[in-house]
């Protein structure tokens, strides 16, 4: 079974622009997550979707946004992009909403210039 | 506050010993679940082993165990045996939503890189 699939893997960005980061989960799960990994602060969540919804969602600015569609792929978008969204970009999904494991994906690193 | 505490940011270990990598939460909830992840530095988080607030015994996968102790709110990752492919960042997590965790985002601490000299 195929694991959890991110793109791009790398993105060079520059301040102001906006980006959107795919995330594909694994086959049959329904239940997306992602979170943004820097050095200074470490792995934070942003948001989680499932069926859709969003059902959770981190402290973020409104810059920081996503969606999830029918076949549970989800996108991420950061609008107006500032240096301090450089980061690891890390997705992960799990079968349910209630589930004990999530798997994540090789992640998207995003760099802002 | 902190929720979980990774007080090593760096540690050492022979090939073929034991490594206790230490991790203290903080949570008022009883049902949560702990989590450890490696990180290689590929970047992807590989899901090691997994303890729910309401287990009484400590859980083990393979050479990994989790050395609960709820009164004291630790969850140690212990590595037996080391081998050179378990040089990687090391993350403990916590999830305070549903039963034992079950729920919720991840909550994680701030790593322990780990470096098994051969």
């Known amino acids: 079974k195929a694991g959890v699939t991110q793109t791009p893997r790398y993105l060079i960005k520059t301040r102001g622009q906006q980006v959107t980061l795919s995330c594909s989960p694994i086959s049959g799960h329904r239940s997306v997550s992602w979170y943004q990994q820097t050095p200074g602060q470490g792995l934070q969540f942003l948001f989680e979707y499932f069926s859709e919804t969003q059902r959770n969602k981190g402290n973020f600015p409104g810059r920081f946004s996503g969606r999830q569609f029918s076949n549970s792929r989800s996108e991420m978008n950061v609008s107006t992009l500032e240096l301090g969204d450089s980061a690891l970009y890390l997705c992960a999904s799990s079968f349910a909403l209630l589930s004990y494991e999530q798997y994540f994906g090789p992640g998207t690193r995003l760099t802002v210039t | 506050a902190q929720k979980i505490t990774q007080t090593q940011p760096g540690m050492f270990v022979q090939e073929k010993e034991a490594v206790t990598l230490d991790c203290t939460y903080d949570t008022s909830d009883q049902s949560y679940g702990l989590f450890w992840y490696k990180q290689p530095s590929s970047g992807e988080m590989i899901f090691l082993i997994y303890q729910g607030s309401y287990d009484e015994q400590n859980a083990t996968e393979g050479r990994y165990s989790l050395n609960f102790q709820k009164a004291r709110k630790s969850a140690n990752l212990v590595i037996s045996a080391s081998q050179l492919g378990d040089s990687a960042m090391y993350f403990c997590?916590?999830?305070?939503?549903?039963?034992?965790?079950?729920?919720?985002?991840?909550?994680f601490g701030k790593g322990t890189k780990l470096s098994v000299k051969p």
């Open positions: 997590a916590m999830r305070e939503g549903g039963y034992g965790g079950s729920q919720g985002n991840l909550i």
